[in-house]
């Protein structure tokens, strides 16, 4: 049920609600370890017939597939599987028919020894010289003949051997292969990587381009630049990998993403194969090395062989390990090879990349490098240095970076008229010389953030904040003046306490009404709708009021039932901890496992929300201790005072003053803060000073 969920990409419960409510739904096939195990045609049928669930058709049928391919895993081991299944996808490209099916040698209904002899022979045919799938389909037998209709299925899932493929090699975790997967960067890097290579603007010429990875392991680089062109069959690819099975999967992917066979070379090692042509284009990662055994030296000679390869004209993206790109060199081989490289103007930038690009090595911290042969007059003698670490990858990020590049790589630097870089400065590689093994970051921000209109009018959003500052404390000083200093009042109580009750009994005595929270998807919460939302977040101060919220035709539509809150509603959640607020203003959704708590002014003791919330959020036993799953005693069961009415009315005029009074402290301190923000940032950067008087 579970993986019911995920197929349907809806939450765990849903399914049980499905089963309970509905007559049709699949039953189970089995039950093993009192788990219920379903067809999953079956439940995926029911899914489309019904239109229940979130998801796609294509993505049911491409689950149903890998349900398939995983129960094979346990039978060929995952890193067999997924070569064989390559294979079979491979070999349907290069013969240009099915698999099975009637058509196709009359093994439709064929028993597996049948099937798998045919396929063979079709294989051998094929692919006499080894190039691609032989070896793989030799290596099994008969029982890989129902991996032949897996891979129809994928193919009929996925519409093409190309997209069958990708899709396999992105499921590659969930089938085990963590090895294939470790060394893969994340889907927004290699969108940079693809963006910064700009292979469009050299195919769109109608002009052979040949690209090329020395250190290519599954391919995963050269795959996305090929899937960014719309004329494959311009491209000539070159690869290399030290690991024989690694490069025979990148010879396979290569050949699905439609590089032509004559025009397609993976080499075994460690060297290109030049014969094709010289690469115009390389784009690759450096090989990752342990902490304890990796050397700078061996990066910087590994880029050196690669800036060997370039000719005139010809660019490089070289991802690898930050503390050989760009950090501080402490060795004086190293700093001199460093040096070397930046002087022979073959570096055209060198950017500092966020954490975690490489998803499965989290503390590799990673930098790339573009290196140009012959680069335009303007930009000879300078180096960009960009430094993007403290943003994340979005889109935006990705395209202003991009820019920055593509306009130094055509126009260089230019004095008057020239593009500032977003998130870079231009440096003199003569004074990154003399910095000898000096970090390679920029020295300063941006020119064009220093003369952003955020810097320039800080001055002004300074005063501002000073001005507000002084108008918050003059709103203090003046409640001060018609009400006086704080006094609460309060006295030691002489008399017997009051009387104790709970939550429960204030419900059932009717002086309190409990109202539901509603189930909310969060696909439809926005940050602009009409109603405030109230969650566990907003209740227990992890996130601020108001920031989530939802459309009034959505809630409509989609939540009929919802009830929206009243003024002076105490909306509460236990879930992760006691969270209590006040809704004044009303209009507002109570997001599950919130609820909210309505006071009866009418009723003959009442109480008011202020004095509610502040028993309760004072009540014992609320809270949980360190390892325990729920609070010792459930808010509705709680002893509270139950206090006297004129009690009531004076402690709720004591809350609200004390809450007024928190208000005007509360803008003193954000004006203070701003400020203060303001100014460090100012200080921070070098566009501000201090008045000496």
């Not at 050299?202 to 040949?210: C, I, K, L, N, Q």
């Not at 000679?301 to 660019?315: N, S, Y």
Request: glycine share 8%; proline share 7%; hydrophobic share 40%.
């Amino acid at each position: 049920m579970p993986e019911i969920a995920e197929l349907a990409q809806v939450k765990r419960p849903v399914v049980s609600t499905w089963r309970r409510r509905y007559a049709d739904f699949p039953t189970p096939v089995s039950e093993t370890a009192g788990r219920s195990v379903f067809d999953a045609a079956q439940v995926a049928e029911w899914l489309i017939v019904t239109g229940r669930g979130n998801a796609a058709l294509d993505d049911l049928k491409a689950e149903l597939a890998l349900h398939g391919i995983a129960a094979q895993a346990h039978i060929f081991g995952p890193q067999r599987l997924l070569e064989v299944l390559g294979s079979l996808l491979c070999l349907r490209k290069l013969d240009e028919r099915p698999l099975t099916g009637d058509d196709v040698d009359g093994i439709e209904t064929a028993d597996n020894q049948t099937l798998w002899a045919a396929v063979l022979r079709r294989a051998e045919r094929m692919d006499a010289e080894d190039e691609f799938v032989l070896r793989e389909l030799h290596s099994v037998g008969e029982e890989a003949a129902p991996l032949a209709r897996l891979a129809e299925d994928m193919v009929e899932a996925a519409y093409s051997e190309r997209s069958a493929y990708e899709w396999l090699l992105s499921a590659r975790s969930r089938l085990g292969l963590h090895t294939l997967a470790a060394d893969a960067a994340a889907p927004e890097l290699q969108s940079l990587l693809v963006q910064l290579a700009d292979l469009p603007a050299r195919t769109e010429r109608g002009e052979s381009v040949t690209v090329a990875d020395p250190y290519t392991r599954t391919g995963d680089l050269l795959a996305a630049l090929i899937d960014d062109t719309e004329n494959p069959e311009q491209i000539t690819a070159l690869a290399a990998d030290p690991d024989e099975r690694m490069a025979r999967i990148t010879r396979r992917r290569l050949l699905l993403a439609g590089v032509d066979e004559l025009a397609l070379d993976v080499q075994t090692g460690r060297d290109l194969e030049e014969r094709l042509a010289d690469p115009d284009l390389i784009i690759t990662q450096l090989p990752y090395r342990p902490g304890e055994d990796r050397r700078v030296l061996t990066a910087l000679e590994d880029i050196e062989r690669i800036a060997d390869l370039l000719g005139p004209g010809c660019t490089a993206l070289v991802l690898g390990p930050a503390d050989a790109l760009v950090d501080a060199l402490p060795g004086t081989e190293e700093a001199q090879f460093r040096s070397a490289l930046l002087r022979a103007n073959i570096v055209e930038t060198v950017i500092t990349l966020p954490g975690g690009m490489l998803p499965y090595r989290p503390g590799y911290r990673t930098a790339l490098w573009t290196l140009t042969r012959g680069p335009v007059a303007a930009a000879k003698g300078n180096v960009l240095l960009a430094d993007i670490s403290d943003q994340p990858l979005t889109e935006a990020v990705r395209d202003r970076l991009v820019e920055d590049v593509l306009l130094w790589r055509a126009e260089g630097l230019r004095a008057r008229d020239g593009h500032d870089p977003r998130y870079g400065r231009v440096v003199r590689v003569a004074d990154l010389d003399r910095a000898f093994g000096g970090p390679l970051t920029p020295p300063a921000p941006p020119a064009s953030q220093l003369l952003s209109r955020t810097v320039t009018e800080r001055p002004a959003l300074i005063t501002e904040a000073e001005a507000a500052l002084e108008r918050a404390a003059e709103r203090a000083r003046s409640h001060d003046d018609a009400h006086g200093p704080y006094r609460s009042g309060v006295l030691r109580r002489t008399g017997p306490r009051p009387q104790r009750t709970t939550l429960n009994a204030l419900i059932k005595q009717g002086r309190v009404t409990r109202l539901k929270g509603h189930r909310i998807d969060e696909q439809h919460i926005t940050g602009d709708g009409h109603y405030p939302v109230f969650g566990p977040e907003e209740l227990t101060g992890r996130a601020p009021m108001g920031k989530r919220r939802i459309d009034r035709l959505v809630l409509a539509a989609l939540y009929e039932h919802a009830a929206l809150t009243e003024p002076g509603d105490l909306v509460y959640t236990l879930t992760p901890e006691l969270g209590l607020h006040i809704d004044h203003d009303g209009l507002g959704v109570a997001a599950f496992p919130s609820r909210v708590l309505r006071v009866n002014p009418a009723a003959t003791r009442p109480l008011t929300p202020r004095v509610l919330a502040a028993l309760l959020s004072a009540a014992r036993g609320t809270g949980r201790g360190p390892g325990a799953v729920r609070p010792v005693h459930h808010i509705e069961n709680c002893p509270i005072p139950d206090l006297d009415p004129d009690d009531v009315r004076r402690f709720d005029a004591l809350l609200a003053e004390i809450d007024h009074r928190e208000q005007l402290l509360r803008a003193q301190a954000d004006a203070l803060a701003e400020a203060r923000r303001l100014t460090v940032a100012g200080l921070a950067d070098g566009t501000l000073t201090l008045d000496q008087h």
